[in-house]
């Protein structure tokens, strides 16, 4: 019968994994801190704009925007998880109880893993709405409702499951050295589990990029084409490049941390550099933000106005009806569908 540690400290783990518990602030530890609750505040401004956007402007009632407006509120979460963590972080980490250890890494799984999901779908949407050139996908409310629901069941999940029975309290000599209370095998889980995604998109989002690259080179040779569907398409393949190179900088150091850790790597000094690269995890939340959502147009002129409102509050908010003239009109492509005239 195996003997659990329930009663113990979490000191206690920090110990049996070597992990370094301080008690008193160093100055590296007061840099961190100061510099990770600065990326979060800045994180929960920017989402929340977004949000806000999205809520008041009746043109992002379509299904991306509610996929762009969950993705923000993932990482809104994500903020909040992040600052939870600073806040319960350096000396003030002996003191916590397991409870209160769970909690603060559970926090954070769950809302790191709600952004990522979130990047695939968007990641699949977009595929579907460019490949059958429309501009907004023909998913109905309901779907999208469903499938943010599955996604934060997805999250809720994976976050939890380490609370539930997936840790090493009756198996220390299983114990995570980053996560101490974590089980390597759920460190090495979820690293993969990331790490797939993060393939999916890499496929999905190459796919666009080669087949936009090749309309643009077919429609070139044609001088009747319209130069705002070239402008698109060129708009569309810088985004994609953003969002490819964001990802893979801020999350790939991480998930191979987390995999190393996960299978046991002795020489691996993957402490050196966890705090290090989960802040670069966290600022994938912020790049998102700006990557989906200020490359729109439309979304940086609600922008302006929501802070203009708020620079202004005496004055009566009024949102302006924007006509567009025939330029600036959706493009129709030859076989008379739409094409994606945004830049997400």
């Not at 401004?45 to 008041?56: C, D, E, K, Q, Y």
């Not at 190179?245 to 801020?250: E, T």
């Not at 402490?271 to 979304?299: H, Q």
Request: with cysteine; charged share 15%; hydrophobic share 45%.
């Amino acid at each position: 019968m195996k003997h659990c540690f329930y009663n113990e400290t979490v000191g206690f783990f920090y110990n049996n994994s070597r992990k370094e518990l301080t008690t008193y602030w160093r100055t590296k530890d007061v840099l961190v801190v100061a510099l990770g609750l600065t990326v979060s505040v800045i994180v929960l401004l920017t989402n929340l704009l977004v949000i806000t956007a999205i809520v008041i402007n009746r043109r992002f009632h379509y299904p991306i925007y509610y996929l762009l407006g969950n993705l923000a509120a993932a990482d809104l979460f994500a903020g909040i998880a992040y600052m939870f963590l600073m806040f319960h972080t350096g000396p003030r980490t002996a003191e916590l109880s397991l409870k209160t250890w769970f909690i603060r890494q559970s926090l954070l799984d769950t809302s790191l893993t709600a952004s990522v999901v979130n990047l695939l779908a968007i990641a699949v949407e977009r595929h579907q709405t460019v490949f059958t050139m429309q501009l907004h996908s023909k998913m109905s409310n309901q779907r999208v409702t469903i499938l943010i629901f599955c996604i934060w069941v997805t999250a809720l999940l994976l976050g939890l499951i380490p609370s539930y029975g997936w840790h090493c309290l009756c198996a220390l000599e299983k114990c995570s050295r980053m996560a101490p209370l974590y089980s390597r095998s759920y460190l090495t889980f979820w690293a993969v589990s990331n790490l797939v995604i993060f393939l999916i998109m890499v496929v999905v989002y190459t796919h666009i990029f080669i087949y936009v690259k090749r309309k643009m080179t077919r429609m070139s040779k044609h001088t009747s084409f319209h130069p705002r569907y070239k402008e698109t398409m060129i708009s569309l393949v810088k985004t994609v490049t953003i969002i490819l190179s964001a990802f893979v900088i801020c999350w790939t150091p991480g998930q191979v941390v987390l995999l190393l850790d996960g299978l046991g790597c002795k020489s691996c000094d993957v402490l050196a550099v966890e705090k290090y690269v989960l802040l670069l995890a966290e600022i994938n939340s912020l790049i998102n933000a700006i990557v989906y959502s200020y490359r729109d147009n439309e979304m940086r002129s609600t922008f302006r106005r929501i802070l203009c409102f708020l620079c202004y509050r005496n004055s009566r908010y009024t949102p302006t009806v924007v006509k567009l003239n025939t330029a600036d009109r959706r493009t129709l492509s030859q076989n008379g569908h739409f094409t994606v005239d945004s830049s997400i």
